[in-house]
């Protein structure tokens, strides 16, 4: 799991406890970061989460929504033709309803009875004022992104994160070569930028290496 410093992570959703799970396919959804979800719509969009983890019976399939639910909000790099390949996974507010309708459904099945999220907190997912960002890349040894910085490139303007969190140890990739995967995550708000428009994640490191990310905010739910 990425690093829970949001203020969003720390919801006193207190009827669960993470589970992370998921399933094999995600229902079609309307492409492009929306910022007026009604509450219509939120309720929509936890039952379309549920009924995806309805299906999943297996560790393998919750690994296959896991990444099927990445892969829709997924810019940059894809890692099963790349996986060294830099890339961002964008949390919107329409992924966090998916995300915690498959956390309904599987409190749901362990508790045997239907378990909600009170129309509070869904009202606190619409109102959430920033986007969060995990930036997932490799370098060559265990602590290369430490220090690591980004901003958000639209035309002219140049937008910085209103927090970002420290970037995980290198893990060591399978192989002869010497190599490590890192992440970090950072938030920006989604009053600083275009959320449908052409974008560029620039990542900086202290040695001066810049890594630049892609992304087109208009095919992101």
């Given amino acids: 799991m990425g690093i829970a410093f949001s203020s969003f992570l720390r919801l006193s959703f207190s009827l669960f406890v993470f589970m992370g799970l998921g399933v094999l396919s995600l229902p079609s959804v309307s492409y492009a970061i929306d910022l007026s979800l009604s509450m219509e719509e939120a309720n929509k969009a936890l039952a379309a989460g549920r009924q995806t983890m309805e299906t999943a019976d297996s560790v393998e399939d919750v690994a296959a929504v896991m990444k099927a639910s990445e892969k829709i909000v997924r810019v940059g790099a894809n890692p099963e033709v790349d996986p060294c390949g830099a890339h961002a996974i964008l949390r ?3 992924y966090w309803l998916g995300y915690f309708g498959r956390r309904e459904a599987a409190e749901s099945k362990r508790n045997k009875q239907d378990i909600r999220m009170p129309e509070a907190k869904i ?7 920033y986007l969060e960002v995990e930036v997932r890349l490799c370098g060559e040894e265990e602590f290369f992104a430490e220090g690591a910085e980004i901003a958000l490139q639209q035309g002219n303007l140049m937008v910085r994160p209103v927090d970002i969190g420290p970037a995980e140890r290198g893990r060591k990739n399978p192989g002869p070569t010497p190599s490590f995967r890192s992440r970090f995550t950072a938030r920006f708000a989604y009053a600083d930028f275009d959320p449908q428009a052409p974008g560029t994640f620039a990542v900086f ?13 208009s095919t992101i739910p």
Avoid: V
């Fill in 123 to 129: 009202q606190e997912i619409l109102d959430m004022p």
């Fill in 205 to 217: 490191f202290p040695d001066g290496t810049l890594i630049n990310i892609p992304a087109d905010f």
């Fill in 92 to 94: 919107t507010r329409r």
